[in-house]
């Protein structure tokens, strides 16, 4: 439906016909025009009978008390040509213009009156300065056109309810109470428990200010309210019970608003408004409950209030609140699903990714992740950090393509696959492989881009392969940026692709960053140009803290995410930062044991040794024991030498290995037994214990915390 100017003035652009302060600046735009002139052709002239004024200075028409002449006189409709000049028919210049016939009409505009100063239609008194009501069907057309689009407007709760509150105040209304369900069911939910409302929101007409909070000149001043719409929420109860067989239950299921004054009304409002809420109802027709129901039930109510010397609701008025109540509750009905659909899609994203990052030796890390918009918070980038044995640790970053509930559960099912993967110690380039595999069985088009590197703080080395993802970012210690020569390889889902690693050096201090395509790929610029950017970026941030200390962590990543400009969000991103601290060479031990019987004891000195050069003597007596169970248990199986080392970091970690793939099981000994008690004293005195499959055996790992 078009909507039709009310005005005989033209329409403002921007002026919503719903909005009271639209009315009011048409109005004193209208009152500072000057006189229209005679014969100007813009003045309109109503050519009812009955409007025409008597009195001196007033043109009586040709014909008046015979039959009209052809095209003289007659009633016009309302889309007729009300903007013709009538045959016969002379204004006279000193004539005000008459009010626009907009909706609302404000408090001040000039009414058209009767000359016993009464409105024409009822006959009733209307005091100056109050809104005229609306005269005919089309100006509730209009109305409920208007405000059923702002209503549409709004996209959550709030936002809609708001939007009923200032589409009827004071328009159509001069106050309004929204009362809701507590809580909104959602769906096709069946809610257990009372039926209770809560007041959501109540509005007004302000006593002194518009809605813009601007101060009305003296002649547009609406006059004093009544105390009775003073405070309404101060008056109203908040929450309300709906009793099973009440009043108020029966008027809510019967859907259709009733006036105040109705049987069923009067014995719903106490029990809606609570003790003394009654008084902000007025008497007669100057209020109206209208029911709010949504899709499939009943979710509030909303109460449309009148001042005593306002006229009253009519008949028809009943349909205009029908018609804001439905598209009210329809709105409400949308937003809630839609809150718990972006709710169902946070969660989903949340759980695809890492909740916490790990704290590994010799490594630090930060992590950031933006949804590609607020419509869409779920994509196919994740990012991940593995601990791996020997204090290394495996760094991961992929994106899916696309950003939907189906690329986020494919990004959840890869993610599952590597960490899985990782846990098996394999290679990086034998990680891509397998996940090339997985992305097979899932679909023939799931296809993803991965990048997989492996970070040994011991050696100070990083192995890297790479499935068609954009190059990591290594970020030096005296402020140079370095985007890593890695072969690219093909994405995840093509099959039969061979991937290939590289090793790289990681020195301390470095920042090693690693990102998906939305950080640096847009429809503004490509991808090179965006990994250019970054580069510079880094760089400059570096500067900033000189070339003796590298940036904070997480204040690198949001300064890396400011440069992303307002056309940039294409895509989502994820972006993990890892600091290589590393470990000293002199806070590591590393033997090479025989499988023989003497190797245990040779184990004890060895550590003993160690903890004497490393001032750790308290711990000399637990180490001993602990080495001397793990090493015996190695010694025991294994055909090749087997390994021990020691790391001193903020812990002492041990970690002995062989190439035995079994791993150790906890168990209970008996009291009989000879053997079985070695891992239950490491479970007794260690800090945290474990033990890891790798390609070539297993490492079992022990830590105790340093004084």
């Given at each position: 439906m078009?909507?039709?100017?009310?005005?005989?003035?033209?329409?403002q652009p921007?002026?919503?016909p719903?909005?009271?302060?639209?009315?009011l600046?048409r109005?004193?735009?209208?009152?500072?025009?000057p006189?229209?002139?005679l014969g100007?052709?813009?003045?309109p002239?109503?050519v009812?009978?009955?409007a025409?004024?008597?009195?001196?200075g007033t043109?009586?028409?040709?014909?008046t008390?015979?039959?009209p002449?052809?095209?003289q006189?007659?009633?016009?409709?309302?889309?007729g040509?009300?903007?013709?000049?009538?045959a016969?028919?002379?204004?006279?210049?000193h004539?005000?213009?008459?009010?626009?016939?907009t909706?609302p009409?404000?408090p001040?505009?000039?009414?058209?009156?009767?000359p016993?100063?009464?409105?024409?239609r009822?006959g009733?008194?209307?005091?100056p300065?109050?809104?005229?009501?609306?005269?005919r069907?089309?100006?509730?057309?209009?109305?409920?056109?208007?405000?059923?689009r702002?209503i549409?407007?709004?996209?959550?709760l709030?936002?809609i309810?708001?939007?009923?509150?200032r589409?009827t105040?004071?328009?159509f209304s001069?106050?309004?109470?929204?009362?809701l369900?507590e809580?909104?069911?959602?769906?096709?939910?069946?809610?257990?428990?009372?039926?209770?409302?809560r007041?959501?929101?109540?509005d007004?007409?302000p006593?002194?200010?518009?809605t813009?909070?601007?101060?009305?000149?003296p002649?547009?001043?609406?006059?004093?309210e009544?105390?009775?719409?003073?405070?309404l929420?101060a008056?109203?109860?908040?929450?309300?019970?709906?009793?099973?067989?009440?009043?108020?239950?029966?008027?809510?299921?019967g859907v259709?608003?009733?006036?105040?004054?109705?049987?069923?009304?009067?014995?719903?409002?106490?029990?809606?408004?609570?003790?003394?809420?009654e008084?902000v109802?007025?008497?007669?027709?100057?209020?109206?409950?209208?029911p709010?129901?949504?899709?499939?039930?009943?979710?509030?109510?909303?109460?449309f209030l009148?001042?005593?010397?306002?006229?009253?609701f009519e008949?028809?008025?009943?349909?205009?609140?029908a018609?804001l109540a439905t598209?009210?509750?329809?709105?409400?009905d949308?937003?809630?699903?839609?809150?718990r659909?972006a709710?169902?899609?946070?969660e989903?994203?949340?759980?695809?990714?890492p909740?916490?990052?790990p704290?590994?030796?010799?490594?630090r890390?930060a992590s950031?992740?933006?949804?590609?918009a607020e419509t869409?918070?779920?994509?196919g980038?994740w990012?991940?950090?593995?601990?791996?044995?020997g204090s290394r640790?495996a760094?991961v970053?992929?994106d899916?393509?696309?950003?939907?509930?189906?690329s986020?559960a494919?990004?959840?099912?890869?993610?599952?696959?590597?960490?899985?993967?990782?846990?098996?110690d394999?290679?990086?380039?034998?990680?891509?492989?397998?996940?090339?595999?997985?992305?097979q069985?899932?679909?023939?088009?799931?296809?993803?881009t991965?990048?997989y590197?492996?970070?040994?703080?011991?050696t100070?080395?990083?192995?890297?392969?790479?499935?068609?993802?954009?190059?990591p970012v290594?970020?030096?210690?005296?402020g140079?940026?370095?985007?890593l020569r890695?072969p690219?390889?093909?994405p995840?889902?093509?099959?039969?692709?061979?991937f290939?690693?590289?090793e790289?050096?990681?020195p301390?201090?470095?920042?090693?960053?690693?990102?998906t395509d939305?950080?640096v790929e847009?429809r503004l610029?490509?991808?090179w140009t965006g990994?250019?950017?970054?580069?510079?970026?880094l760089?400059?941030t570096?500067r900033?803290t000189?070339?003796?200390?590298?940036?904070?962590?997480e204040?690198?990543?949001?300064?890396?995410l400011?440069?992303?400009?307002?056309?940039?969000?294409?895509?989502?991103?994820?972006?993990?930062?890892?600091?290589?601290?590393?470990i000293?060479?002199s806070?590591?031990?590393?033997?090479?044991?025989?499988?023989?019987?003497s190797?245990?004891g040779?184990?004890?000195?060895?550590?003993?040794?160690?903890?004497a050069?490393?001032?750790?003597e308290?711990l000399t007596d637990?180490?001993?024991?602990?080495?001397?169970?793990?090493?015996t248990?190695?010694?025991r199986?294994?055909?090749?030498?087997?390994?021990?080392?020691l790391l001193?970091?903020d812990?002492?970690?041990c970690e002995?290995?062989?190439?035995?793939?079994?791993?150790?099981r906890?168990?209970?000994?008996?009291?009989?037994?000879?053997?079985g008690?070695?891992?239950?004293?490491?479970?007794?005195?260690?800090?945290?214990?474990?033990?890891?499959?790798?390609?070539?055996?297993?490492?079992?790992w022990?830590?105790?915390?340093r004084?």
């Amino acid at each position: 439906m078009t909507e039709q100017p009310t005005s005989f003035e033209r329409p403002q652009p921007g002026v919503d016909p719903a909005e009271a302060r639209g009315a009011l600046l048409r109005t004193q735009q209208q009152s500072q025009k000057p006189p229209a002139q005679l014969g100007d052709p813009a003045l309109p002239v109503q050519v009812r009978a009955e409007a025409t004024p008597s009195g001196p200075g007033t043109a009586t028409p040709r014909g008046t008390g015979k039959e009209p002449a052809a095209g003289q006189g007659k009633e016009p409709s309302v889309n007729g040509p009300e903007h013709a000049q009538p045959a016969g028919t002379e204004p006279d210049a000193h004539r005000p213009r008459p009010a626009p016939e907009t909706i609302p009409a404000q408090p001040g505009a000039q009414q058209e009156r009767s000359p016993g100063g009464q409105e024409r239609r009822t006959g009733q008194a209307v005091p100056p300065g109050r809104p005229m009501p609306m005269r005919r069907d089309g100006d509730r057309l209009r109305f409920v056109g208007a405000a059923t689009r702002r209503i549409a407007r709004g996209l959550d709760l709030d936002e809609i309810v708001m939007g009923l509150c200032r589409a009827t105040v004071p328009t159509f209304s001069d106050a309004i109470l929204v009362y809701l369900r507590e809580p909104l069911p959602v769906g096709d939910e069946r809610p257990s428990g009372p039926v209770v409302l809560r007041l959501r929101r109540t509005d007004r007409i302000p006593p002194e200010r518009d809605t813009d909070g601007v101060l009305l000149p003296p002649a547009f001043e609406p006059e004093p309210e009544p105390s009775v719409l003073s405070d309404l929420s101060a008056l109203t109860a908040e929450l309300c019970e709906v009793r099973p067989g009440g009043a108020l239950n029966e008027v809510l299921r019967g859907v259709r608003p009733v006036f105040a004054d109705a049987p069923a009304a009067r014995d719903a409002l106490p029990e809606l408004l609570g003790e003394g809420g009654e008084a902000v109802v007025p008497g007669g027709r100057h209020a109206i409950l209208a029911p709010l129901r949504g899709r499939r039930r009943v979710i509030g109510a909303a109460l449309f209030l009148r001042r005593p010397d306002r006229l009253a609701f009519e008949a028809d008025d009943l349909l205009v609140a029908a018609q804001l109540a439905t598209h009210s509750a329809l709105g409400i009905d949308k937003a809630v699903l839609y809150g718990r659909e972006a709710y169902i899609a946070d969660e989903l994203q949340r759980t695809m990714l890492p909740e916490t990052l790990p704290r590994p030796t010799g490594v630090r890390l930060a992590s950031r992740y933006l949804p590609a918009a607020e419509t869409a918070r779920v994509g196919g980038d994740w990012y991940d950090a593995i601990p791996l044995p020997g204090s290394r640790v495996a760094l991961v970053v992929g994106d899916v393509m696309g950003h939907s509930m189906t690329s986020a559960a494919i990004m959840g099912q890869l993610r599952t696959t590597a960490q899985t993967l990782a846990g098996l110690d394999l290679p990086p380039q034998e990680v891509l492989h397998h996940l090339d595999e997985q992305a097979q069985r899932l679909g023939t088009d799931r296809m993803a881009t991965c990048l997989y590197a492996v970070y040994d703080p011991v050696t100070h080395r990083i192995t890297i392969a790479n499935a068609g993802h954009p190059p990591p970012v290594l970020l030096h210690l005296g402020g140079h940026a370095e985007v890593l020569r890695v072969p690219s390889g093909a994405p995840i889902g093509v099959g039969g692709v061979d991937f290939e690693a590289v090793e790289l050096e990681a020195p301390a201090g470095g920042t090693l960053l690693l990102y998906t395509d939305g950080l640096v790929e847009s429809r503004l610029r490509d991808v090179w140009t965006g990994i250019e950017q970054l580069r510079e970026k880094l760089a400059a941030t570096a500067r900033l803290t000189g070339p003796d200390h590298p940036p904070p962590l997480e204040a690198l990543c949001d300064e890396v995410l400011d440069m992303l400009g307002p056309g940039d969000r294409d895509d989502d991103i994820a972006l993990l930062a890892a600091r290589f601290d590393g470990i000293a060479p002199s806070d590591v031990a590393y033997w090479t044991l025989e499988p023989e019987d003497s190797a245990p004891g040779q184990a004890r000195r060895l550590a003993r040794r160690a903890l004497a050069r490393w001032d750790l003597e308290e711990l000399t007596d637990s180490v001993e024991l602990l080495v001397s169970e793990v090493v015996t248990n190695a010694v025991r199986y294994a055909s090749r030498p087997v390994t021990l080392r020691l790391l001193r970091t903020d812990v002492l970690r041990c970690e002995v290995g062989d190439d035995v793939p079994q791993l150790p099981r906890l168990r209970q000994a008996r009291a009989t037994d000879e053997g079985g008690r070695g891992l239950y004293l490491v479970n007794r005195l260690a800090r945290r214990w474990g033990a890891t499959r790798l390609s070539t055996g297993k490492v079992v790992w022990f830590e105790l915390n340093r004084g």
